[in-house]
């Protein structure tokens, strides 16, 4: 009888051929993370692009460019105001604007999340503190802060009336006030901004900024989320904008210390992603000298062109 021999794997075989699955694997993965990452940042930079778009048709509706936030009232953020550019006219009709206070807006707005004011390549979807209230992850700018050597001393802040700050509240460190309010940007709290205020041009002055990062650069855990509805609170308190005080991907949240200098950032290594006054977006390089971002920060601070590249 002739016996039949039986094909199969040696051991050793065995071991190699999983040693080469697990380098193919190892070389395969980080380039699907980094394709849905390219695909994470384009989705981003469209959604800015959206808000750009939107900004525009409401300043030719309007002639002025949205408030950064209600003072009174209904203290909501220029998120709301620009939803029926966005395509959200129906969830527009159904705000009361008479009703006081933002909070009061939080069964029509907060619970809703609109896809065009978050970034998916964070995980900071809610207000901290919260699991139904959603946040936003683009920032109005409120104008620059005199916080380095050589840029113009008209770098000036006001307080929620519009007069001048405090001594000292619109320095670096800042005070428990938050930090001031910056006077010098696209969204401000005490005014609307037309076009013809810009007098650096559009193209060369920041809109809206990201903050959708979950660590900063020192490993601090990224906080301050708020709701996305959410606009003046107090007299210091402005949630949709910030000044521009510190370097992109720098600086966390301090309670009732800092609010109003949280830094731009995100996800996307190397820095963050930003509008320009003209609807251009930017990826803006967290290493960005200092002088150059606070000079594009401001609309009307004279300095010289920035020339930066866009998209």
Known sequence: MKLRRRVGF??????????????????????????????????CKNNLKQIGVAMHDYLETYTTFPPAGVRGGNQLSWHVMILPQIDYLNLFQQIDFNLAGYASHDAVLGVKKIPAFFCPSSNKEFENGSTTLYTTHYYGNRGPKNVVAGVPATYTCTNYLGAAAAAGECTNPPTAAHGGYSSHGMLCPTARVRDRDVTDGLSNTLFVGEISNHKTLSGADMVGYRKWHRGFANATDCAPVKNVAQPINSTTYIPVINFNDISFGSNHVGGTQVLMGDGVTRFMSENIDMSVLLSIASRNGEEATTNLEGD
Request: no cysteine.
């Open 10 to 43: 040696t051991l050793i075989e065995l071991l190699v051929v999983i040693a080469i699955i697990a380098v193919l694997v190892a070389l395969l993965l980080p380039a699907v993370q980094q394709a849905r990452e390219s695909a994470r940042r384009s989705q």
